[in-house]
T-cell receptor, first 114, second 109 residues
């Protein structure tokens, strides 16, 4: 375990389903992130939460809805997804105040939309 | 926005060989990190190196911020070094990172 835990590891869902991805960090960090990694594309930043406040929404469609109830937990709620949303979804955390070292990533959730 | 270019895109080595991976970026940065993604998708932070040189075992990294590039050196490569190496940069007071497309390294026994 890297200190950032993501569940589930794999998820298959239909286009009409609603599901949630969970991320938990045990490092005392104060910023958390969602990234999307599709085949043959760079990692794309989706959302940033800094001290539980959303500071970045990188033009993500509304069918993805993040939630950050506290500095240790981050969720990504999914509904009415499309097949092109199939990807590896990665959560990360970092210390931003004061700034220290780098990101720690979770193992990711591999999502398949059918 | 800032552009991050990594080279080469693919690299195949024999076990024991040395290699250098390069990351060029288009603007000033105050955050630069190198990551290794293993075949199972896990991203591991190798270095936080906005400037200067760091070493960790067989790996070392150098960032020349004034010339907008960073290098990752892998010496005496092992099959477990296989995977994709990403460079990511951040600017100003922003905590977000912009990733390059990565270098896919294959180390053959």
């Amino acid at each position: 375990e890297t200190g950032v835990t993501q569940t589930p590891r794999h998820l298959v869902m239909g286009m009409t389903n609603k599901k949630s991805l969970k991320c938990e960090q045990h490092l005392g960090h104060n910023a958390m992130y969602w990234y999307k990694q599709s085949a043959k594309k760079p990692l794309e930043l989706m959302f940033v939460y800094n001290f539980k406040e959303q500071t970045e929404n990188n033009s993500v469609p509304s069918r993805f809805s993040p939630e950050c109830p506290n500095s240790s937990h981050l969720f990504l709620h999914l509904h009415t997804l499309q097949p092109e949303d199939s990807a590896l979804y990665l959560c990360a955390s970092s210390q931003v105040e004061p700034p220290m070292w780098g990101y720690t990533f979770g193992s990711g959730t591999r999502l398949t939309v059918v | 926005g800032i552009q991050v270019e990594q080279s080469p895109p693919d690299l195949i080595l024999q076990e024991g060989a040395n290699s250098t991976l390069r990351c060029n970026f288009s603007d000033s940065v105050n955050n630069l990190q190198w990551f290794h993604q293993n075949p199972w998708g896990q991203l591991i932070n190798l270095f936080y190196i906005p400037s200067g040189t760091k070493q960790n075992g067989r790996l070392s990294a150098t960032t020349v911020a004034t010339e907008r590039y960073s290098l990752l050196y892998i010496s005496s490569s092992q099959t477990t070094d296989s995977g994709v190496y990403f460079c990511a940069v951040g600017q100003g007071g922003s905590e977000k990172l912009v990733f390059g497309k990565g270098t896919k390294l294959t180390v053959n026994p």
